[in-house]
């Protein structure tokens, strides 16, 4: 019997081995399981909405955990103003949110989008957080392939071989390139994204680019779900989640009270037809 709330922050993933709990290394998830454990007094455990990998970064990020108090208004501010006391410099909380019982970080979360960071020439101020390429890009074929890759595809060619996943279809609503002085950006929103894919993405598309991949072979490569008919794989250091997106009717103005028969009965748009997602215990992500 219990309250659930959602945490949203942002964290720089440069000095992390990815959001995840691991024995042998540094992680955001640890951190914020220490703070709101030391700041309780008991063992409190958060669930994250994705696994970001080691480098990785999220200008928006969303947690949840559960916890037997009704917490008010004003007690929300202050354990968001300790936990950020308690928290590096590179990790922040933004608030701290009541949510229905049913409502997860990761499975009631209905879209993801992530930013690739490209950075044309020698920047003394984003060089930590951007790939350097000063290659001449064919911009416009980029864009063109990239709208190759909208709609709901077997994307098993851009994804981490071995993956444990039921299968490798996502349906991706945006994706696209913007570019602004010697800034260069990918954007992609989808519904899901497979381990590793963005930046698989990402590189294939700058092969084309570079004129090392045509069009057709682009398409070509989407169709063999084969990962090694892509290209290489960018640095983790580019690539941030920029925003994640959940039905409104999950959040709750006053904490909402759920037994454990009701938390088991989990809100998810990530599973709705067992033939085209996988299964929650086995998804993986950037």
Known sequence: MAYRYFIKLAYNGSAYNGWQIQSNAITVQQWINDGLTAIDGNKVSVTGCGRTDAGVHASVFYAHFDHEKSFTDSELVQLTFRLNRFLPQDIVVFKIIPVVGGAHARFTATWRQYEYLIIRQKDPFNFQHAYIVPDTLNIELMQSCAALLLGRHDFQCFSKVNTKVNNYLCDIQLAGWTEQDHFLKFNIRADRFLRN????????????????????????????????????????????????????????????????ESKAQTISHYYTDSETHCYPDKETEE
């Not at 090392?212 to 892509?230: M, T, W, Y």
């Not at 794989?233 to 994640?244: D, E, F």
């Open 197 to 260: 894919m963005v930046r698989a993405v990402v590189g294939t598309l700058l092969d084309v680019g570079r004129g090392k991949v045509s069009p057709d072979e682009f398409q070509q490569i989407i169709g063999s779900h084969n990962r090694n008919k892509a290209g290489y794989s960018v640095p983790a250091k580019g690539l941030t989640l920029t925003g994640i997106a959940y039905p409104q009717e999950i959040f709750s103005e006053t904490p909402v009270f759920f037994s454990s």
